[in-house]
């Protein structure tokens, strides 16, 4: 949604936040501000569009040495993404400022208070309401106002604000938004909405909870709860990060870059975990006993955009080997339905960011309604980690890029382990089963790995005659249906083109309408226990002169008899077929999208993590 940098300490301060708004800029990038103190004054820069026209208007070799500040990107969600509506924002008298990201849903309400006693606002952001407010109650003691001005809002914030009163102190303040402490024990204090804006600095950090609030100044800090007042001793976590993790290593873009990082991330997530010699899955973090995992009697699967497409796939492991029943929901239609939940529902939400608003708020409602809550999360010590009872880790690395792809595939690794453990749990499977899934889990890491190049080379001359076309409809059956949903998001989302995935078998009862010469149809068509009935619908399109690209087995001669564009993809373990299908989706999307001159790692309108709902 929007990214925020404070620092206070030793170092100069434009640097260290212009460095951590780079890292950061994925999160939104509608337009960008920083604000320093220097004299005694607030020094305030700000600007439309991507981080570097920010950095074009500030030259730090003139800027006399400040050592304070605070800077924010921003995802516009009050107000067109404009110069004036961009953060930071300040008070009347330009005393003050804040950067923020959520929303503050009672905005309008206190605007017209705050306006009929004399503020004068010069933004159309629900932002602006928080530094009037704050002044309003401001008189000596920063922190005091902020408390104030906060318990007057509704709604939700990642908050830092600096006062040129308190020209050591940076207030930081959050609730139901991300924000990370830095720690230094030389170089000062650091705030960031997300891990990597601090990893040049500091691995040592503090996540605030809900309404949490923190004094930061260059050599110590206090956090305290925003209800009662009192100190709060928070636990410091040691990020296994590096910064080098959150660079492009010499890749054009972030996206493919974690393309290509997937084996690798396949590897970290599964490994520790499986006993290669048993095929036995240890999953120490899930706190779940066999007495409770003997007690669930229904999972729901709750997630949002790609973790949503892998929740689909878990459906049908769990189903299959466990013999569980699940739901899957798209977690803002979950939290407002009713929800046939109790203390034998297992819920579990996937997310890579771990702060997703609508997945957040559906484990929060789910766990009120007495369900054992599991995440399947990226980042350590994200909200949902720190909510839910269990957490399984995706050991990806951070992920920059906006559109998911090692998250994606680490995510299936990882609901597949899960499904082996509450088989071997419920004695669903025999010992011979178990070794032949988790060895199909531990090989096909080697599989992609092995496939990418060659893969990435025949996509790059395929996507020639499709690149520029208007609609694309990716269209799959079984465990493969997930992977033409995400296929398509995939491909819209980078590129901007139409596209939709489909149900194979679902194709006549309506989408077949859209088949013409144009638009082109990507089927995934493995040698499965469908493959006959995928054949059939893919018959059906050529019928009606359907453009179809088919992703299908090794060797199958039957495809090239139905058309000249057919990638083919090695036989690997029928369940292990979504984790390989999903790579050429990706690298197409990937093609398509830099053949059309897009951005990829940040496509319009997009943001890394939606925090707000
Ligand atoms: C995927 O490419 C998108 N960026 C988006 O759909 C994403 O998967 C969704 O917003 C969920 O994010 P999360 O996994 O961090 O919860």
Known sequence: MCGIVGYVGTKRIVPVVLEGLRRLEYRGYDSAGIVYLQDGELVKHRAQGKLANLEALIDDAIIAPSHIGLGHTRWATHGPPTTENAHPHSDCKNELAVVHNGIIENYHSLRLELQAKGHCFTSETDTEVLAHLIEEYLEDDLKAAVSQALARVEGSYALGVLWKGMPDTLIAARNQSP??????????LFLASDIPALLPYTKEVIFLDDR????LNKDSFQVYSQDSGEVLVKEQTTIDWNAAMAEKGGYRHFMLKEIFEQPQAIVNTVSGRINPETGVVNLPELNLTASDIARIDKIFLVACGTSWHAALVAKYWIERWAGIPVEVDIASEFRYRRLLINERTLTISISQSGETADTLAGIRLAKELGSRIVTICNVVGSTMTREAHGTIYTHCGPEIGVASTKAFTSQLAALFLFTLYLAEQRETIDSEKQLELSQALIDIARVVDEELPRLQKEINVLIETFYDCLDFLFVGRGLNFPIALEGALKLKEISYIHAEGYASGELKHGPIALIDKEMPVLALTPQDAVYQKSISNVEEIKARQGRLILIGSEGD??????????IELPRVHEEMNPILYT????????????RRGCDVDQPRNLAKSVTVE
């Open 179 to 188: 924000l990370v402490l830095g720690i230094h024990e030389t170089d000062g």
């Open 557 to 566: 001669s039957h495809l090239r008899t139905i058309t000249d564009d057919v």
């Open 583 to 594: 790579i050429p989706a990706q690298l197409l999307a990937y093609a398509i999208a830099t």
């Open 212 to 215: 949490e609030l923190a004094v």
